[in-house]
């Protein structure tokens, strides 16, 4: 049977983190994601500091396209369990990004936000990655007409034996969509009730709104 997985995306500050982490549960359906902005503010150490409070999976959202040894060695180093690459890399990146994670037996994960084929990409490199996500870009959320290509996660599961995502402005009804449409990984970012982005809100609902996500992953 196939099992579903929420991932929980901390995109602003560590701080967020620290209010929020006491009301995740335990439970290997969950992986915690230090977004690429949080990185790119606290440096990869966040990863360290996340993984203090988190015994479970860990994703760096590094979104690597070049210098793929190095980037993949410090996120491991700081404790994450996946790493990101983007798919418009080059094919030359791509290879030592998945053959690095294998090497360091962490998870890799293709990121094809602004790839029209993602198939094709996979076809053409000869690249194999644990995962592959299909990503509406953040900027995009609120444009008319910029949806979640779904159609993509049929196509790449017909051809490869490779976990799928889904993510960018993920609400309760996108999740539900996501999972229907035979994802495997679901990124949610959790947003303050002020943040014109969609995702979890952390407020007073927080862990009635997290129970009424995890009741879709089996």
Not at 17 to 30: D, R, T
Not at 104 to 123: G, T
Not at 194 to 216: A, C, M, N, T, V
């Given at each position: 049977?196939?099992?579903?997985?929420?991932?929980?995306?901390?995109?602003?500050?560590?701080?967020?983190?620290?209010?929020?982490?006491?009301?995740?549960?335990?439970?290997?359906?969950?992986?915690?994601?230090?977004?690429?902005?949080?990185?790119?503010?606290?440096?990869?150490?966040?990863?360290?500091?996340?993984?203090?409070?988190?015994?479970?999976?860990?994703?760096?959202?590094?979104?690597?396209?070049?210098?793929?040894?190095?980037?993949?060695?410090?996120?491991?180093?700081?404790?994450?369990?996946?790493?990101?690459a983007m798919g418009n890399a080059?094919?030359?990146s791509l290879t030592l990004f998945?053959?690095?994670?294998?090497?360091?037996?962490?998870?890799?994960?293709?990121?094809?936000?602004?790839?029209?084929?993602?198939?094709?990409?996979?076809?053409?490199?000869?690249?194999?990655?644990?995962?592959?996500?299909?990503?509406?870009?953040?900027?995009?959320?609120?444009?008319?007409?910029?949806?979640?290509?779904?159609?993509?996660?049929?196509?790449?599961?017909?051809?490869?034996?490779?976990?799928?995502?889904?993510?960018?402005?993920?609400?309760?009804?996108?999740?539900?969509?996501?999972?229907?449409?035979?994802?495997?990984?679901?990124v949610v970012n959790i947003i303050?009730?002020?943040?014109?982005?969609?995702?979890?809100?952390?407020?007073?609902?927080?862990?009635?709104?997290?129970?009424?996500?995890?009741?879709?992953?089996?």
């Amino acid at each position: 049977m196939r099992k579903c997985r929420i991932q929980l995306a901390f995109n602003s500050d560590v701080s967020d983190f620290y209010s929020v982490i006491n009301y995740i549960p335990k439970s290997e359906s969950i992986i915690i994601e230090a977004g690429t902005p949080l990185i790119k503010k606290h440096g990869i150490q966040v990863v360290a500091d996340m993984r203090r409070y988190w015994n479970g999976e860990i994703c760096a959202d590094m979104k690597i396209i070049d210098g793929a040894v190095d980037e993949v060695t410090m996120a491991v180093e700081a404790g994450a369990t996946s790493v990101t690459a983007m798919g418009n890399a080059t094919k030359e990146s791509l290879t030592l990004f998945v053959d690095t994670c294998k090497k360091n037996k962490v998870k890799s994960i293709v990121d094809m936000m602004n790839v029209e084929n993602p198939m094709r990409i996979i076809w053409k490199n000869r690249v194999i990655p644990d995962s592959v996500f299909i990503h509406r870009g953040r900027d995009e959320e609120n444009a008319y007409g910029k949806i979640i290509q779904y159609k993509d996660i049929a196509k790449i599961k017909g051809k490869w034996e490779i976990k799928m995502g889904a993510a960018g402005g993920i609400d309760e009804r996108e999740f539900q969509s996501a999972i229907f449409n035979n994802a495997d990984i679901v990124v949610v970012n959790i947003i303050s009730s002020q943040s014109p982005w969609k995702g979890l809100i952390f407020d007073k609902y927080f862990e009635r709104s997290l129970i009424d996500f995890l009741k879709f992953v089996k």
